[in-house]
């Protein structure tokens, strides 16, 4: 695939349960983002990666919050004892790296709703 | 911490009509970069425009352009000739020059197209 791909599209979980959703970025970028959209929202910052190194997660709302991306590669948001305040829209961004003119470029994004 | 503001929720537009959207922002930095994202109903974020704020002269991509106001920290966008496939919503994103990728986003602009 040529760009940003997320799964699932959509989710619904119940108060309570954990929730895993999957980025696969474009081959070969070295950065990747993850972003929160609330409903009529703009996106906010959750955490980045360059390669397998996070380095900043500043924008995670709680210590419920966690991502990885063990390869480099494939990153994977986790939510633990998911909250209704946690439903929004989970934007993965990835780019080519830290060079100052490199564009960031957006996947479709995960929606959650929590019941 | 920067921030992003964009005051115009709704904007509607003529077909083939010009219309700018609004956007200023806060920052203590000298050095940093400014974008415009469209975001369909699709979901999927697409950068329209970008901005180096070092550079004085105002970026264009086709029928995009913008007014880059660097003192009174604004950076408008216009779009010339409104086509009904640039009904989105925009959001208008800071970045800063240093090492740290994140973008910060405003409240977005909905925009919507008049036959």
């Known amino acids: 695939g040529a760009g940003v791909s997320q799964s699932p599209r959509y989710k619904v979980a119940k108060r309570g349960q954990d929730v895993a959703l999957r980025c696969d970025p474009i081959?070969?970028?070295?950065?990747l983002f993850w972003y929160q959209q609330a409903l009529g929202q703009g996106p906010e910052f959750l955490t980045y990666f360059q390669n397998e190194a996070q380095l900043d997660k500043s924008g995670l709302p709680s210590d419920r919050f966690f991502a990885e991306r063990p390869e480099g590669s494939v990153s994977t948001l986790k939510i633990q004892r998911t909250q209704q305040e946690d439903s929004a829209v989970y934007l993965c961004?990835?780019?080519?790296?830290?060079?100052?003119?490199?564009?960031?470029?957006f996947g479709p994004g995960t929606r959650l709703t929590v019941t | 911490a920067q921030t992003v503001t964009q005051s115009q929720p709704e904007m509607s537009v003529q077909e083939a009509e010009t219309v700018t959207l609004s956007c200023t922002y806060d920052t203590s930095e000298s050095d940093y970069y400014l974008f415009w994202y469209k975001q369909p109903p699709s979901r999927q974020m697409i950068l329209v425009i970008r901005?180096?704020?070092?550079?004085?002269q105002n970026a264009t991509e086709n029928r995009f352009s913008v007014n880059f106001q660097k003192a009174a920290k604004s950076f408008s966008l216009k779009i010339s000739d409104s086509q009904l496939g640039d009904a989105a919503m925009y959001f208008c994103a800071y970045r800063s020059a240093g090492g740290n990728e994140k973008l910060t986003f405003g409240t977005g602009t909905r925009l919507t197209i008049i036959p």
């Open positions: 901005q180096e704020a070092y550079k004085q």
């Open positions: 961004a990835s780019s080519l790296g830290p060079g100052l003119s490199y564009e960031q470029y």
């Open positions: 081959s070969g970028h070295v950065s």
